[in-house]
């Protein structure tokens, strides 16, 4: 780890932390690229890696010695956390896991011909990217939010380099 004068747990969560702002910087490059190219064919498949990475800084996180590592919702600012919720919920049902709700399957059709067996259903696997129309608000949450976590950590690392000027 990083320093002898630190305890396991405050290591840990201070390299979380380091990890969240990692994370969440990445996912304004991401945003903005889509933004600068918004015709470019990865365009889809780029904003919704970029709803999922959103995600995993708020998502449970382990490590050896604090079971559960999660940002915290206080460093977004309040005028974003509705739009904070609807892409978390978003990330839940479209992006990162399989909800049928949104798939809608029907149709299911299973029958053996000549001794293979078939199975065939309608879906509707399109994922629709309405989020994408919110994509400059979704910029200004993320950017405003990395400017709240900066100014965070900067406190973080005053108190760290204190703590460790008093056991020198």
Known sequence: MITNF???KEQENYLHFQFCISTISSVSKILKDIQNNPEHPLTNPAFGYAIVQYA????TSKAKETPSLKLKK??????????H????R????????MDLSVI??????VKEVDGVIFSTYAANYI?????????NEIISLVDDTIENLL????TRQKKIISKQNSTL
């Open 127 to 135: 994922i629709p990217f309405h989020l994408l129309n919110k994509l």
């Open 85 to 88: 919720e609807e892409i978390m």
């Open 104 to 109: 809608d399957p029907r149709n299911l059709n």
């Open 56 to 59: 995993v800084p708020y998502t």
């Open 74 to 83: 206080k460093y977004i600012p309040k005028k974003y956390l509705t739009l």
């Open 6 to 8: 630190l305890t396991i």
């Open 151 to 154: 100014n965070e950590s900067i």
């Open 90 to 97: 978003e990330r839940d049902r479209k992006y990162a896991h």
